[in-house]
């Protein structure tokens, strides 16, 4: 009995025996697919007013009274800070916010001409937007990317501060995340 | 030899193993409501052991089909049955053996995942369902990139994971099914790198759901021979790809669904989604691919009901995503290499039945006159 048993035991282990190989090699060309947005956006609705989609690494964080949303927005070497916005009329306006942005990174203000030949544009259900990318050669560890939006009785502010390195990082989801911001319909 | 086929091939073994896979059947059809469906199958019908209770191990289903299949194997070894008389449950054992063949085949080789693919571009890879991947990438060189992939099943804690091609070791500090990121609220002593220097990995309990799950990792750098030697995190779905420059190599860490590429590539030209009138239901959707290989283009329309079937892979249209920026197609793309097996196991059985019938009916007649008289 006890062989038979022995027996059933060894076919069970042969049978048993995982012989694939669990690490593969292999080499691909140097592309980046867009196709794994399926698994990094989720739509987001943290405000009374707005909703928009974010990448899900960006963690709701704790902001001033001020902000309708802050995000924690991870690069491979650090974190940055995203915070939005809302300011009643042009909220001071846009050429006097630029230069206070360009201040808080140590270079110098900037005529509005140009300003507005440094901004790219974009555009989402709100309306027309301008982003602005603001880096500091001489201090790399500081750059702003920012984009403001104005809308009937007020300016939506976008802002995300990181490394140099981070605002390059994140150049695309905060472009994305821009375009995605609409009314939320589901007030 | 004789006494162990005797033994093994006792009829008693198949009904008490058949007994028992009816046993975990129902324990893993309750189950499902609990754990999901996937955690379920998983338990009771892809272990060798099953826990009941986590306390009691019992045989798991792929441990009672071996058993059963050697024990349909070994009735075929046993001298008295290889008679005319007997052909038809020859043919029965055999159409069962082949089942069960089948069911091991689409265990072991089989692989269903889904393919992502926005309007306009062009994809040559499919994700798996549920198996997860560490890949690692060396960027360092110009136009390709060098992945050296580790599979879920190295994964597991306290692993060390090293290969010829890599400088350094990776050792698997944790892994969780299904955790969520937060943000640490005190500094720490331990060498934190990259995401892991502000957030931690909290496990959560599963979802029954597994797509739901978000699967983490943390793991431990050793051996770089530079700053980079220290604890990483990663969640699936990161946007934010982890990266370390080790002996002036460039890598990429990615924790991502298990990849599997494919010898050919689909392109969507054009996706389209119908909607039952008045509501926001789809009433149907398909896309218009072109399915390339070798440099050539093949136009190709897959729908509900009418799946791509192309070099063992069939692609179905299981769901869209619609985004901002355009439409995108999901397709389900299922490589099944054991799929003819349940067909024709069960026609050898009929045949076997039908044999077995005709060998025995004169007999069972004679019988049934001899009585009557």
Redo the contacts between chains.
């Keep these: ?1 006890i ?2 048993i022995i ?2 035991f060894l ?2 282990f042969m ?2 025996c ?1 012989s ?1 190989n ?9 592309t980046h ?9 989720i739509i987001e609705s943290q405000s009374s007013e707005f909703s928009w ?1 974010k ?3 960006w ?1 709701p ?1 704790q902001g001033s009274s001020m902000r309708i949303a802050s995000f ?1 927005v ?6 940055g800070d995203l915070s939005v916005m809302e300011l009643s009329g042009d909220g001071g306006g846009l050429v006097a916010n630029v230069n206070r942005w360009r201040g808080q990174i140590g270079l110098e203000p900037l005529e509005e001409n140009e300003i507005m030949s440094q901004a790219q544009r974009g555009e ?1 259900e709100l309306g027309p937007y301008q982003i602005f990318q603001l880096a500091n050669d001489s201090s790399s560890d500081r750059a702003i990317l920012a984009a403001i939006l104005s809308m009937n009785n007020s300016t939506l502010y976008i802002k995300l501060t990181a490394s140099n390195d981070g605002i390059k ?2 150049e695309i ?1 905060f472009k ?1 995340f821009c ?2 911001i609409k009314y939320d319909t589901k007030i | 030899m004789k006494q162990i086929i005797k033994t093994i091939s006792h009829p008693k073994i198949f009904v008490y193993t058949v007994i028992w896979l009816m046993v975990l059947t129902v324990l893993g059809t309750i189950a499902q409501r609990d754990i999901g469906l996937y955690a379920s199958q998983q338990k009771y019908f892809s272990s060798y052991i099953t826990w009941l209770g986590d306390i009691i191990p019992t045989p798991g289903g792929k441990f009672t089909m071996i058993i059963i299949l050697v024990n349909l194997m070994s009735m075929l070894f046993k001298h008295n049955i290889w008679k005319l008389r007997k052909a038809g449950i020859i043919i029965v054992h055999l159409g069962a053996v082949l089942l069960f063949i089948g069911s091991g085949v689409t265990a072991i080789f089989s692989s269903e995942g889904n393919m992502v693919i926005d309007e306009g571009a062009e994809s040559n890879y499919v994700d798996d369902y549920h198996k997860m991947e560490l890949a690692v990438v060396n960027t360092s060189k110009k136009n390709l990139d060098k992945y050296t992939v580790f599979d879920e099943p190295l994964l597991k804690k306290s692993n060390k994971l090293s290969h010829e091609s890599l400088d350094f070791v990776i050792e698997i500090i944790e892994y969780y099914n299904n955790c969520k990121v937060q943000r640490r609220t005190k500094s720490s002593d331990i060498q934190y790198k990259g995401m892991m220097k502000n957030f931690d990995l909290i496990k959560l309990k599963p979802e029954k759901e597994n797509a739901q799950n978000r699967s983490g990792i943390i793991y431990k750098i050793e051996n770089s021979d530079s700053n980079n030697d220290g604890i990483y995190g990663l969640i699936l779905g990161q946007s934010v790809i982890q990266t370390a420059t080790i002996n002036k190599q460039n890598f990429e860490f990615l924790f991502r669904k298990k990849r599997t590429y494919l010898p050919f590539s689909i392109e969507l030209l054009d996706f389209k989604k119908v909607l039952h009138p008045g509501t926001g239901i789809a009433k149907s959707y398909s896309s218009e691919i072109n399915l390339i290989e070798n440099g050539i283009p093949r136009r190709v329309l897959i729908q509900m009901n009418e799946p791509l079937r192309h070099r063992g892979y069939t692609f179905f249209q299981s769901s869209f995503i619609e985004a901002p920026e355009g439409e995108a197609t999901v397709l389900a793309a299922v490589k099944n290499y054991g799929r003819l097996f349940p067909y024709i196991s069960s026609i050898i059985m009929a045949v076997g039945l039908l044999v077995h019938l005709v060998i025995n009916l004169p007999r069972l007649l004679r019988k049934q006159m001899v009585g009557n008289k």
């Design positions: 009995m062989k038979q027996l059933l076919v069970f049978l048993s995982d694939r669990h690490i593969r090699i292999y080499y691909l060309p140097k697919t867009n196709n794994d947005r399926q698994q990094t956006k989609e990448p899900d690494s963690i964080s924690d991870p690069f491979s070497t650090g974190m989402n990082e994140l989801d994305n375009s995605s």
